[in-house]
């Protein structure tokens, strides 16, 4: 029976994430329709809009994206102390982004006085928003709803685009971390739609690469690569970002070349840092969505989480013991 999503979703084991959703029968509702031969790539770019800009307005970073034909990858962080530093104005102002409000809520927003009852009403309000904009479903919530409207008012339909809410898996240590990374970062390389990282569109590997060519910064929108876990540890992604660069790109020439039982002996240094064997690293990158369903970490924090979260088993023991 599939969990709550309170159950998937646990600050306390994890705040990385990976998401996707898919098209209703997988079909391809954003790519080329081989009957019609009519083509729906611009909705790919839509999405892609789409994940940057709620990166900016929620409390959530986004780490890694891949927006393909029938389908999207996102890699998430909750950063709620981050939501809890935000003033009431900036929780409104951000929420008013994203959705209407309430007419307490732009009184309170243009500054007018409020009375002891109308302000009560709107801490409440606010408070609630603060949450919801450190929550992974309100973030999934605001990235597939206005592209569902947007794709039926182009095709003048009504009904469903995705077949879903979304799947999530709970990314519980560093190496579960990069791997989920790089298996998003090189959905296309795996399909054929690119033959490197850098030239595979709606990517955040892509865009961080541009952004890094045009002058050697990492770009705003996205989380950023702090470097090797130290004391004191910046927010961010735990990795060197060049390290990570090599690691992808390594990684995407053997998937590419389909020599994926040919390990070469130069491989990136990372994988020694992570304790990671290559041949497992590759199976990672190729199979991370079929060998592993909620939970992704090593043994420890494994049962860690579940029994955070209540579990009577812990579920892909074998599998997170067999490659963490």
Known sequence: MPKPRKQLIFLDATPYYHCTSRCVRRAFLCGIDTVSGQ????????????????????????????VMSNHHH???????????????????????????????????????????AES?????????????LC???????????PIERMANAEDKCSGRFWEARFTSQALLD??????????????????????????????????????????ATQPLDLAAFVGNPREPMPPGLPFAFKDYLELVDWTGRHIRD????????????????????????????????????????????????TQLLHYQRTPGLARCRAFF
């Open 39 to 66: 083509s729906y790539e611009h909705r790919r770019q839509w999405v892609e809009e789409r994940i940057v800009f709620l990166g900016q307005v929620f409390a959530i970073d986004v780490c890694a994206y891949a």
């Open 74 to 116: 996102v890699v998430l962080h909750i950063n709620k102390a981050q939501s809890l530093a935000w003033t009431d104005l900036e929780v409104c102002e951000r929420w008013h982004q994203l959705y209407k409000g309430t007419l307490l809520t732009h009184k309170f927003l243009r500054g007018e006085t409020l009375s002891a």
């Open 120 to 132: 009560h009403v709107v801490k409440v309000t606010l408070d609630k928003w603060r949450l919801q």
């Open 135 to 145: 929550d992974i479903s309100w973030f999934m919530r605001a990235l597939n709803e």
């Open 174 to 215: 560093e190496k579960a971390l990069v791997a989920c990374m790089a298996y998003v970062e090189l959905n296309p390389v795996r399909a054929c739609l690119a033959e490197t990282p850098e030239t595979s569109d709606h990517t955040s590997i892509k865009k961080r690469i541009e952004q890094f060519k045009t002058d």
């Open 258 to 305: 389909d020599k994926r039982g040919h390990i070469a002996q130069a491989h990136p240094p990372i994988l020694d840092r992570l304790d990671i064997e290559p041949d497992r690293w590759l199976t990672l990158t190729t199979q991370f969505e079929q060998r592993f369903s909620s939970f992704v970490g090593n043994e420890e924090k494994l049962k860690r989480a």
